[in-house]
């Protein structure tokens, strides 16, 4: 199971997420955000085993290529409804493509849509509302319970120790947290996380 904690603004943050084993650290490149963060930021933190994950919204190869190099990321995940060729010229070995199932009409046209993309991506981001991220509101597990895609996906959108227990039982293979573990924008709340890694891992 793949842990993925985004938002993160903070050394602190991410030394504390590193040290007690989250897998993927999430950093925002979208102005619009309140976690947004400079590329130049992202470059001096280092993590020791979780992998750096940059998040991108409207931005275009070029431009997510050169910040993947200036900010030193392992990992792309693009919530800009990028296509298939943008996924494969960046790199299917690192790139989580994010979709909205509120957009699709039924599970049916969502599985397709991940079928479509699963060879061009080392996962499917599975996010509540229809676009962008960050809403903080949950997805239904029951829906999610249907959906048996072969291909790796994630689950995001307001999860955290209020509800990961339930949202256990949907088949994802990763969770993202992000607004359910902290105590207001971009500061991540230890305690929760804790929890959350708990529940998820059965780890102290």
Not at 45 to 55: C, D, F, I, N, S
Not at 87 to 97: A, F, N, S, T, W
Not at 114 to 137: E, N, Q, T, W, Y
Not at 177 to 201: F, Q
Request: aromatic content about 6%; charged content about 20%; overall charge neutral.
């Amino acid at each position: 199971m793949i842990i993925k904690v985004c938002g993160m603004t903070r050394a602190e943050d991410v030394e504390f997420c590193d040290a007690i084993g989250i897998d993927l650290l999430g950093f925002i490149f979208h102005l619009e955000s309140p976690r947004n963060v400079a590329p130049e930021w992202v470059a001096t933190q280092k993590p020791g085993r979780a992998l750096k994950t940059g998040v991108f919204v409207r931005q275009g190869v070029e431009e997510i290529s050169a910040i993947a190099v200036s900010a030193g990321l392992d990992l792309l995940q693009l919530h800009g409804g990028h296509t298939v060729e943008q996924c494969r010229d960046l790199g299917p070995e690192r790139v989580i493509k994010a979709m909205w199932p509120q957009r699709y009409p039924n599970t049916e046209r969502l599985l397709a849509d991940m079928l479509l993309f699963a060879p061009v991506c080392r996962a499917i981001l599975l996010d509540s509302g229809k676009s962008g991220g960050g809403h903080g509101k949950s997805l239904d597990p029951t829906d999610l319970q249907r959906l048996k895609c072969p291909h790796p996906w994630y689950l995001a959108g307001g999860l955290g120790p209020h509800n990961l227990a339930t949202m256990k039982t949907t088949g994802a293979a990763g969770f993202d947290l992000n607004s359910g573990v902290e105590s207001t924008p971009g500061i991540k709340d230890h305690d929760k996380v804790r929890s959350a890694l708990h529940l998820l891992r059965g780890k102290p």
